[in-house]
T-cell receptor, first 118, second 112 residues
Framework: ETGVTQSPTHLIKTRGQQVTLRCSSQ?????VSWYQQALGQGPQFIFQ???????GRGNFPPRFSGLQFPNYSSELNVNALELDDSALYLC?????????????????FGEGSRLTVL | DAKTTQPTSMDCAEGRAANLPCNHS???????VYWYRQIHSQGPQYIIH???NNETNEMASLIITEDRKSSTLILPHATLRDTAVYYC?????????????FGTGTRLKVLA
């Protein structure tokens, strides 16, 4: 069973730049969620993709955007980077049967991409 | 979304049971309680979840009070490798999306 993999593991950007983070979901999973985790804080929900469409979003501005591909892998894009965007970005995959609402309930997280904005 | 309240930190002696409490007084009838843990800078790891009955798996036990306003995660024989931040989460559903709202968690330190 292939786990959730994220790339890159670490990266450094400067203010105003753009970044793309990538996530390969676990085999058999159709849903990907992205979380931002600042130092000392719990993960904060950014958005979720189900069958290539965004179907839920947390309190993040539009410069945070994403994609999900037919193989269920996903990208997180952040434009116009700000210093406060420095964080660990976590991808989690799951298997959901929406809209019926049944799912396994368990999120499988990757190890994250640590972004530093200077 | 129902919120959870957990103590900031706890210590536990190695080999003893670790009991981690969580308050979720605004939980709705169809919301599940989930527990995850995060070992230093790794991705969170699923531990256990439940609705209203007590649950047990190879990692832990989950005790949910009858009114469902609080729960306790029990690690029966804590080891040094159980040192981590433990998150209690109430899983809500909004417009077809399952949202997991993480708090700041409980930092458990297992002492030798």
């Amino acid at each position: 069973e292939t786990g959730v993999t994220q790339s890159p593991t670490h990266l450094i950007k400067t203010r105003g730049q753009q970044v793309t983070l990538r996530c390969s979901s676990q085999s058999g999973h159709n849903t990907v969620s992205w979380y931002q985790q600042a130092l000392g804080q719990g993960p904060q929900f950014i958005f979720q993709y189900y069958r290539e469409e965004e179907n839920g979003r947390g309190n993040f501005p539009p410069r945070f955007s994403g994609l999900q591909f037919p193989n269920y892998s996903s990208e997180l894009n952040v434009n116009a980077l700000e210093l406060d965007d420095s964080a660990l970005y976590l991808c989690a995959s799951s298997f959901d049967r929406l809209p019926s609402g049944t799912n396994t309930g368990e999120l499988f997280f990757g190890e994250g991409s640590r972004l530093t904005v200077l | 979304d129902a919120k959870t309240t957990q103590p900031t930190s706890m210590d536990c002696a190695e080999g003893r049971a670790a009991n981690l409490p969580c308050n979720h007084s605004t939980i709705s009838g169809n919301e599940y309680v989930y527990w995850y843990r995060q070992i230093h800078s790794q991705g969170p790891q699923y531990i256990i979840h439940g609705l209203k009955n007590n649950e047990t798996n190879e990692m832990a036990s989950l005790i949910i009070t009858e009114d469902r306003k609080s729960s306790t995660l029990i690690l029966p024989h804590a080891t040094l490798r159980d040192t981590a931040v433990y998150y209690c989460i109430v899983r809500g559903r909004t417009s077809g999306t399952y949202k997991y709202i993480f708090g700041t968690g409980t930092r458990l330190k297992v002492l030798a």
